[in-house]
T-cell receptor, first 114, second 113 residues
Framework: EAQVTQNPRYLITVTGKKLTVTCSQN?????MSWYRQDPGLGLRQIYY???????DKGDVPEGYKVSRKEKRNFPLILESPSPNQTSLYFC?????????????FGPGTRLTVT | GDSVTQMEGPVTLSEEAFLTINCTYT??????LFWYVQYPGEGLQLLLK?????DKGSNKGFEATYRKETTSFHLEKGSVQVSDSAVYFC????????????FGSGTKLNVKP
């Protein structure tokens, strides 16, 4: 089954404790992205990757890091989480379809930083 | 820069009512337009898309037409069901930068039996 998986689905942590949210896709997509979803703000892109070892900042990259060492994996790293990073996070991978790219989303990771 | 504006919710309708969720966009290039749906506790799923002006996307009884003259991509359904209750997101991607997706703030739809 084609899918994007994220782990963990729920995480409660404390300020400053480094964490990693994993993302994996089995569709051989070149493009992957991370978003955060906050009430009233929709989804905002954090980072994206066009291929292995190629990443770039989205609209809200501060406080986050990513890496793309393998095509299927795109982990999101919070080296020193703060309460304002409490949010719902989605990973997505993209496939070109005709004139556009369609994004496939993971189930989400709800992060709470206290 | 590119952006998407959609009507605020929540929208509450009775079953079999007509649905319209407004979406307008601003883009410098030639965007593709999308509607995504998010059911409770789940990720976003692509509902429909349109890649050029006057295209109509449709799926599961939902429709939206890409109107370049009014920069709009309104979502419509003739008869909603309780199972359509979800959050709907309008989005665009710029032809010149496929990795940049811009999402609206989402509209929550509640359908009552």
């Amino acid at each position: 089954e084609a899918q994007v998986t994220q782990n963990p689905r729920y995480l409660i942590t404390v300020t400053g404790k480094k964490l990693t949210v994993t993302c994996s896709q089995n569709m051989n997509h070149e493009y992957m992205s991370w978003y955060r979803q906050d009430p009233g703000l929709g989804l905002r892109q954090i980072y994206y990757s066009m291929n292995v070892e190629v990443t770039d900042k989205g609209d809200v990259p501060e406080g986050y890091k990513v890496s793309r060492k393998e095509k299927r994996n795109f982990p999101l790293i919070l080296e020193s989480p703060s309460p304002n990073q409490t949010s719902l996070y989605f990973c997505a991978s993209s496939s070109p379809t005709g004139m556009s790219y369609e994004q496939y989303f993971g189930p989400g990771t709800r992060l709470t930083v206290t | 820069g590119d952006s998407v504006t959609q009507m605020e919710g929540p929208v509450t309708l009775s079953e079999e009512a007509f649905l319209t969720i407004n979406c307008t966009y601003t883009a410098t290039g030639y965007p593709s337009l999308f509607w995504y749906v998010q059911y409770p506790g789940e990720g976003l799923q692509l509902l429909l898309k349109a890649t050029k002006a006057d295209d109509k996307g449709s799926n599961k009884g939902f429709e939206a037409t890409y109107r370049k003259e009014t920069t709009s991509f309104h979502l419509e359904k003739g008869s909603v069901q309780v199972s359509d209750s979800a959050v709907y997101f309008c989005a665009l991607s710029d032809l010149g930068n496929f990795n940049k997706f811009y999402f609206g703030s989402g509209t929550k739809l509640n359908v009552k039996p």
